[in-house]
């Protein structure tokens, strides 16, 4: 009798619960990382004094570590079964947070972001394997919503307790906010979660292939972080350009002819499969790329406290916890292809809409667009997910969570970066232009500097300051709105990207079509 049987023994049939709370605890501690520094990152820049693009690393760094760490999930099952596996990672994961929240500068804290993604990327691969342990097949859709509630629970509430923190006592409270969590699914790890379930010795991991990747991310993504800085055609960048594309391509040959390969490439023969991951990269990209530059825009553009920058994403989540289960269960009965489909469209709609967003834009408008662009990822998540691994063999298929949430994830990591890259970019170009046009001849700016002077001149200022500081004041809204438009352009690009999805969904659903013909 397998551990798995001796479990449902125990507890009876309620056991798949009881260990789907297990690892639901163990992802929200996780989650809750993933997007709520992003709220603090404007007070991270001030603190630190650094540039958008530096902080950025404080996200990237994150989801870089969990995209490389995400494939071990499936050896480190085997290897120590799921119980050590959890329990390591809630360990690591507890000495990131702690570091990130003890950090004198950004260095320490992008290498605490490194450490909580690793654990991370283990964590969130687990999950799904145990769901597929417990839940039969045709219960997987379902089970998938509901696990998914607590993936959504965690940035529904941990951006606003994440904003109350950090305007009462420091940004620093918002790394200790997982942490009651993480003790907590060590706990239910080691009463609900199975051991070891493999006889023999520990299966050779492919150490060479996660070094590689590990190489090709942080050379690839410090390559697009610095190439605005030092030119996108100097030697450095151009460099690093070749190295991370010949790094990529070593990978990939490496895992072809590996014979304990890390990412399995037989996945890849199946075309429904790479259909499916085309999608989540494209969806990691749009998904954390917007969950990155919302926070940062309102507290930014619109001055936002991070108090209300986390309230503002909160009813977006409660939809979500809304749409996860009902969605979950459309799952299983409509096919996967038609619920992403469906599910892209909307939240492309809602980046369409954010692309008007400005520094007049109404709290309560920008409320209503992000709940659109979740109820809209509220489809996508579980018909992904089930729809990805319902097409591979069982013996595939920790492979294919492993593989799935990767690619996801990888998505996320350039997303982020190419994003913040992007808008910076966009802020310089919109500066220049609109600078240019910003002399004696144009009558709307020598009014308004005659207007600003005015009330300075009402306000008690010198005669002789009047003209400057009426200029200065000229600067700031030039490059408030140099800022905005650049922000608009990424929300468009966001846009963009989804619309974009709808190609390779279209491909999965004709695999899956012929694949059941046949």
């Known amino acids: 009798m397998s551990q798995i049987d001796g479990y449902f023994e125990r507890y009876g049939p309620a056991y798949k619960w009881f260990a789907t709370g297990a690892i639901m605890v163990a992802t929200i501690s996780v989650v809750l990382s993933t997007t709520i520094v992003n709220v603090a990152?404007?007070?991270v820049m001030g603190a630190f004094g650094i540039s958008a693009v530096q902080a950025q690393w404080i996200s990237t760094g994150f989801l870089a570590a969990m995209t490389a760490t995400m494939l071990l999930a499936d050896w480190t099952d085997r290897a120590f079964g799921m119980r050590l596996t959890m329990n390591a990672a809630m360990v690591v994961f507890l000495a990131g947070s702690v570091i990130g929240g003890l950090a004198p500068n950004e260095s320490v804290l992008t290498f605490a972001r490194v450490v909580q993604g690793a654990a991370a990327g283990v964590v969130q691969?687990?999950?799904?394997?145990?769901?597929?342990?417990?839940?039969?097949?045709?219960?997987?859709?379902?089970?998938?919503?509901?696990?998914?509630?607590?993936?959504?629970?965690?940035?529904?509430?941990?951006?606003?307790?994440?904003?109350?923190?950090?305007?009462?006592?420091d940004w620093r409270f918002v790394f200790y906010l997982g942490l009651p969590f993480a003790g907590i699914a060590i706990i239910l790890s080691n009463i609900f979660l199975p051991g070891r379930e493999e006889e023999g010795p520990i299966p050779r991991f492919d150490f060479v292939g996660f070094a590689i990747l590990a190489f090709f991310l942080a050379i690839l993504l410090s390559t697009l972080s610095n190439a605005q800085r030092l030119g996108w055609d100097s030697n450095a960048i151009?460099?690093?350009?070749?190295?991370?594309?010949?790094?990529?391509?070593?990978?990939?040959?490496?895992?072809?002819?590996?014979?304990?390969?890390?990412?399995?490439?037989?996945?890849?023969?199946?075309f429904a499969f790479v259909s499916a991951s085309v999608v989540a990269f494209i969806m990691g990209a749009g998904l954390f790329g917007s969950t990155y530059l919302l926070p940062v825009f309102v507290q930014q553009i619109q001055g936002m406290t991070p108090t209300q920058a986390g309230l503002l994403l909160m009813p977006s989540g409660f939809v979500m916890l809304l749409v996860f289960p009902i969605a979950g269960r459309l799952s299983d009965k409509v096919p996967a292809a038609i619920l992403i489909g469906v599910g892209m469209a909307i939240f492309a709609w809602s980046s369409w809409l954010m692309a008007g967003a400005d520094v007049n834009t109404a709290f309560w408008t920008l409320a209503w667009w992000t709940v659109i662009s979740r109820i809209?990822?509220?489809?996508?998540?579980?018909?992904?997910?089930?729809?990805?691994?319902?097409?591979?063999?069982?013996?595939?298929?920790?492979?294919?969570?492993?593989?799935?949430?990767?690619?996801?994830?990888?998505?996320?990591?350039?997303g982020v970066n190419l994003l913040t890259v992007f808008i910076e970019r966009r802020t310089m170009m919109h500066a220049d232009a609109f600078t240019a046009t910003q002399t004696s001849d144009n009558s709307?700016?020598?009014?308004?500097?005659?207007?600003?002077?005015?009330?300075?001149?009402?306000?008690?200022?010198?005669?002789?300051?009047?003209?400057?500081?009426?200029?200065?004041?000229?600067?700031?809204?030039?490059?408030?709105?140099?800022?905005?438009?650049?922000?608009?352009?990424?929300?468009?690009?966001?846009?963009?990207?989804?619309?974009?999805?709808?190609?390779?969904?279209?491909?999965?659903?004709?695999?899956?079509?012929?694949?059941a013909a046949a």
């Open 41 to 43: 990152i404007p007070a």
């Open 238 to 270: 151009l460099l690093g350009f070749v190295v991370s594309a010949v790094s990529g391509v070593a990978f990939v040959l490496w895992e072809l002819y590996s014979d304990k390969p890390m990412l399995d490439m037989r996945l890849y023969a199946n």
């Open 376 to 414: 809209g990822l509220g489809l996508v998540f579980p018909a992904l997910s089930a729809g990805a691994l319902q097409v591979l063999p069982r013996h595939l298929i920790g492979q294919g969570s492993g593989a799935s949430n990767f690619v996801r994830q990888l998505g996320g990591a350039f």
């Open 444 to 515: 709307t700016t020598m009014e308004l500097l005659r207007q600003v002077a005015g009330l300075m001149r009402v306000s008690g200022l010198p005669e002789t300051e009047l003209m400057p500081s009426a200029v200065t004041f000229l600067g700031k809204v030039v490059e408030i709105q140099s800022s905005n438009a650049a922000f608009q352009d990424g929300f468009m690009i966001v846009f963009a990207i989804f619309v974009l999805a709808l190609l390779p969904t279209w491909f999965m659903w004709r695999a899956r079509a012929r694949a």
């Open 125 to 169: 691969p687990l999950g799904m394997i145990m769901l597929f342990k417990v839940f039969p097949p045709d219960r997987r859709g379902a089970a998938m919503g509901i696990y998914g509630v607590g993936v959504v629970l965690a940035p529904a509430l941990g951006p606003w307790i994440g904003g109350v923190l950090m305007d009462a006592f």
